[in-house]
Structures are given as structure tokens and as C-alpha cells.
């Protein structure tokens, strides 16, 4: 299982809004799934990178992509998606992402 999951924002990327806010959810449906996730901006780029090589992903120390935004492939092939739990763990009453549901459905 995956335990580390390191995003690394370009320095001067102005993502398209559909494509950040993917990326946002991505990484939160991450977290909720028990995953260590940050996401650094490039001033924080770790040894073995340069602000020319972000974005970039780094998944357990292993950088897996760098210089552009992986495909969705590519984050399947990462990580078994189907696999992460589907619960935030909010109770009956829900949460913001699923009111009134004790599942997330949309996580």
C-alpha cells in the first residue's frame, strides 16, 4: 500500500480550474484514504529535482512523473484506486460530500 504521495506545483502554473480542482480532489480522496499527502510548491523542490523538472509526483521517494501533469492512466497505473477505502468516516448525518449519507459516494 501506498504511504507517501508528495505533489510539487510549478512555479509559475496557472492550472486550467477543471484540472486543479481534479488535482485537489485527488489528493484529498488521498488522505481521507489514510495516505501521508502534501503538495509543496516549487520553492520546495526536494534533492534530485529542479524548478525545471515540476510539476512533479512522488510516490513513496520515488518520483513517477516530472516536468508535466500525469494522465489518468498513469495515476491508475500508480495507485489502485479501487482498492482505497470509500468512506470519509462522517457519521449517519453526513458531511459536506455526502449529506445525509454515512458513505461517501462521491469520494
Given at each position: 500500500?501506498i504511504?507517501?504521495?508528495v505533489?510539487?506545483?510549478a512555479?509559475?502554473?496557472?492550472l486550467?480550474?477543471?484540472?486543479e ?7 484529498e480522496r ?5 495516505i ?7 520553492l520546495?523542490?526536494p534533492?534530485g529535482?529542479?524548478?525545471e523538472t515540476?510539476?512533479?509526483l512522488v510516490i513513496?521517494?520515488e ?9 489518468a ?9 479501487d482498492?482505497l ?6 457519521a ?7 449529506p445525509?449519507r ?6
Amino acid at each position: 500500500m501506498i504511504r507517501t504521495v508528495v505533489w510539487i506545483d510549478a512555479l509559475d502554473e496557472a492550472l486550467d480550474p477543471i484540472e486543479e480542482a481534479r488535482l485537489t480532489l485527488l489528493l484529498e480522496r488521498l488522505g481521507r484514504a489514510g495516505i501521508d499527502v502534501a503538495r509543496w510548491d516549487a520553492l520546495s523542490v526536494p534533492e534530485g529535482l529542479t524548478v525545471e523538472t515540476v510539476p512533479a509526483l512522488v510516490i513513496d521517494g520515488e518520483v513517477k512523473c516530472a516536468g508535466r501533469h500525469p494522465s489518468a492512466e498513469e495515476w491508475r497505473q500508480w495507485i489502485d484506486f479501487d482498492a482505497l477505502p470509500r468512506s470519509c468516516g462522517c457519521a449517519a448525518g453526513g458531511c459536506a460530500g455526502c449529506p445525509g449519507r454515512a458513505v461517501c459516494h462521491g469520494a
